[in-house]
């Protein structure tokens, strides 16, 4: 991921599902950054105590929405203090440091999304010969063909497979039937070839 000034971005991770979230997020089309722990939100509890709270993650949309994350696992999320601790996060984050807040737990995380989230972040390096010969072959392939047929016919097969997924990410080349992102997955060329 690169930031909004086109720089390599890394992220912090508190657990495995903050991680699983934040990669789901970073491969959404619609999502132009995502900033970490940003400065904490002060809010007042049920009891008057003020305390804050940070966010796990501020996603900024690609039309400039900034939506505040706040991961956790469902048991915790379903809590009616964990829900009134968000609701006044809320009322007190936004509209200052958010236009919205959202909570993702485990359910909100779909299986096909995160292996393909997987698969576009294995796959994020660019690898110039064979990025040129998979767009060539997508500006000229209009017909579907799975995966592994369009690999074949421009003799990269298995190196390919990184560089197909690339051109998916960037709309070079459409994935025809939705799904996980396989050898046996339909592809054609698409609209940025």
């Not at 991680?19 to 789901?24: I, K, M």
């Not at 132009?32 to 709270?53: C, F, M, W």
């Amino acid at each position: 991921m690169f930031d909004l000034k086109g720089k390599p971005q890394c992220l912090g991770f508190e657990s495995l599902l903050e991680y699983q979230a934040a990669l789901c997020l970073i491969y959404r089309r619609d999502v132009a950054d995502i900033e970490e722990q940003i400065a904490p939100v002060l809010y007042k509890r049920r009891n008057g105590k003020v305390t804050s709270h940070y966010l796990d993650f501020r996603v900024t949309l690609v039309q400039g929405r900034r939506i505040g994350i706040a991961v956790k696992p469902e048991a915790i999320a379903m809590t009616l203090d964990f829900q009134s601790d968000i609701r006044a996060i809320r009322s007190a984050a936004v509209p200052h440091v958010v236009h919205d807040i959202c909570v993702v737990t485990e359910r909100n995380i779909h299986p096909v999304t995160l292996h393909n989230a997987k698969l576009f972040h294995a796959a994020r390096r660019p690898q110039a010969e064979i990025d040129t010969i998979i767009l060539e072959a997508a500006n000229s392939s209009h017909e579907p063909s799975t995966i592994r047929e369009f690999l074949g016919r421009t003799g990269l097969k298995g190196t390919g497979f990184h560089g197909v997924a690339r051109g998916i990410r960037s709309g070079a080349i459409v994935h025809v039937d939705g799904g996980r992102i396989t050898g046996d997955s339909l592809i054609r060329g698409g609209e940025v070839a």
